[in-house]
């Protein structure tokens, strides 16, 4: 399964039911994987969707104290998006370590977003690791040490 591509659908389909409310977010959902059906994880899909979902006020809480001088409506939609599915997986998600999360989210933001995207996103992500349960600086000490 690819879950790179399951990220890409689930951003589609999040950023599609943020301009369409109204809209059912599981038929946008299931047309967006039949789109790419031959490698979809569609169980990973629909964790995390429902995840973002259940959690929306929370990470849009976490976006606007990671980013103080943006205010939410100011940041644009695919950039609010990535993040939310980011923090999602960074706070809630077990089998995902923050920093494939943070690193995929960046991808996301080159690939989709506009031309300040994937830094703005890493930026909001750092921030929002280093302040969380699970950030552990013990860890980031060691990189550096490999990295010498």
Not at 30 to 37: D, K, L, S
Not at 81 to 102: G, N, Q
């Amino acid at each position: 399964m690819n879950r790179h591509l399951s990220r890409v659908i689930i951003m589609q389909s999040l950023y599609e039911w943020d301009f369409r409310p109204d809209a059912a977010l599981e038929e946008i959902k299931q047309r967006n994987i039949e789109n790419y059906n031959e490698d979809a994880d569609k169980e990973f899909i629909d964790n995390t969707i429902s995840g973002v979902i259940k959690n929306i006020e929370q990470e849009d809480k976490l976006i606007t104290e990671a980013a103080p001088e943006w205010p939410l409506e100011q940041i644009s939609a695919i950039d609010k998006t990535i993040l939310r599915i980011a923090i999602f997986e960074i706070l809630f998600s077990e089998d995902i370590p923050p920093k494939v999360a943070i690193n995929e989210a960046v991808e996301l933001g080159k690939t989709f977003g506009g031309e300040n995207s994937s830094k703005f996103i890493n930026g909001v992500l750092g921030t929002v690791y280093r302040k969380s349960p699970k950030y552990d600086p013990t860890q980031d000490e060691k990189e550096l040490k490999k990295d010498e």
